[in-house]
Nanobody
Framework: QVQLVESGGGLVQAGGSLRLSCAAS????????MGWFRQVPGKEREFVAA????????LYADSVKGRFSISRDKAKNTVYLQMNSLKPEDTALYYC????????????????WGQGTQVTVSS
């Protein structure tokens, strides 16, 4: 089991940027596909972005393409989500997740989840 801890959330004005981090303890992330999801109260958790173990394959939700970028630093055992041009509709609790197979947008495909970090974008 991989223990994941997200950080970097906060309050930002529309048009601003934030970088979320997802760090792992007890196990290296180097062989895992990593994903970011987000959830607004009362709504289903939705896929945001994913990156495979090598970093050579990424997926993005249409709503964040061109604004968000997922990356990984194997030396730091950390995955990042760079979020630019933030919009109020990006406000959500953001989760990172890990799976041992290839990239997928399906949350059911991810086995390990962090506790989430809140992102709030003001208009």
């Amino acid at each position: 089991q991989v223990q994941l801890v997200e950080s970097g959330g906060g309050l930002v004005q529309a048009g601003g940027s934030l970088r979320l981090s997802c760090a792992a303890s007890r196990r290296t992330l180097s062989t895992y596909t990593m994903g970011w999801f987000r959830q607004v109260p009362g709504k289903e958790r939705e896929f945001v972005a994913a990156i495979n173990w090598s970093g050579g394959s990424t997926l993005y939700a249409d709503s964040v393409k061109g604004r968000f970028s997922i990356s990984r630093d194997k030396a730091k055992n950390t995955v990042y989500l760079q979020m630019n041009s933030l919009k109020p509709e990006d406000t959500a609790l953001y989760y990172c997740a890990a799976r041992s197979l290839g990239v997928t947008t399906l949350q059911s495909g991810y086995n390990d989840w962090g506790q989430g970090t809140q992102v709030t974008v003001s208009s």
